[in-house]
């Protein structure tokens, strides 16, 4: 069974760019959550979509955006690219994102904004 | 509120000895736990959960973790540490409902000396 895949791995965009980011959760898994790390403030939570609805969002910025799309893959945009979103950003899915349910992560695609 | 602190952010340990990764949380309700690995330039892989139901969770790897309501803990142990069990891991805390209230401890990075 193929894991969650994450792509780009890689991306450097310069200030005031914007991004797409992209996600393929495990197959039969509904729910996707995005999650921003960074050295100084974590894992932090940016949304969650389940059955092309954004359930559940985090502490950002509207310049972050996601959506999700019928075959449950999911995108995560973000305009007007700062400096402070140089990050590691995670996708993570599961069968319905019931919070008793472990999720399962991709490897992530690494930001850097100069 | 619920919170995750994660008492140590680094810990080093000699291969062959024991590993001990501590965790305190805080929650209002009957909270479900998690112990997540990240491995340089990796995802998240979950190691073990715990949903209310035995104590004392097994996980892969020969990780187990013991969920104290009295103490508000959830530490990981293992044995016997191996080299490739350095990486960093994070303790996670949901109080219910969908996945958008999952917290994560800030991690703790695992030294494994030879």
């Known amino acids: 069974k193929a894991g969650v895949t994450q792509t780009p791995r890689y991306l450097i965009k310069t200030r005031g760019q914007q991004v797409t980011l992209s996600c393929s959760p495990i197959s039969g898994h509904r729910s996707v959550s995005w999650y921003q790390q960074t050295p100084g403030q974590g894992l932090q939570f940016l949304f969650e979509y389940f059955s092309e609805t954004q359930r559940n969002k985090g502490n950002f910025p509207g310049r972050f955006s996601g959506r999700q799309f019928s075959n449950s893959r999911s995108e995560m945009n973000v305009s007007t690219l700062e400096l402070g979103d140089s990050a590691l950003y995670l996708c993570?899915?599961?069968?319905?994102?019931?919070?008793?349910?472990?999720?399962?992560f991709g490897d992530g695609t690494r930001l850097s904004i100069l | 509120a619920q919170s995750v602190t994660q008492l140590d952010s680094h810990v080093s340990v000699s291969e062959g000895t024991p590993v001990l990764l501590r965790c305190n949380y805080s929650?209002?309700?009957?909270?479900?736990l998690f112990w997540y690995v990240q491995h340089p330039n990796k995802g998240l892989q979950l190691l073990l959960k715990y949903t209310s139901a035995a104590t004392l969770v097994k996980g892969i790897n020969g990780f187990e973790a013991e969920f104290k309501k009295s103490e508000t803990s959830f530490h990981l142990t293992k044995p016997s540490a191996h080299m490739s069990d350095a990486a960093e891991y994070f303790c996670?805390?949901?109080?219910?409902?969908?996945?958008?209230?999952?917290?994560f401890g800030k991690g703790t990075k695992l030294s494994v000396k030879p």
């Open positions: 929650s209002s309700y009957s909270p479900s």
């Open positions: 993570a899915s599961s069968f319905t994102g019931h919070s008793n349910q472990p999720q399962h």
């Open positions: 996670v805390v949901s109080e219910g409902g969908s996945q958008g209230n999952l917290i």
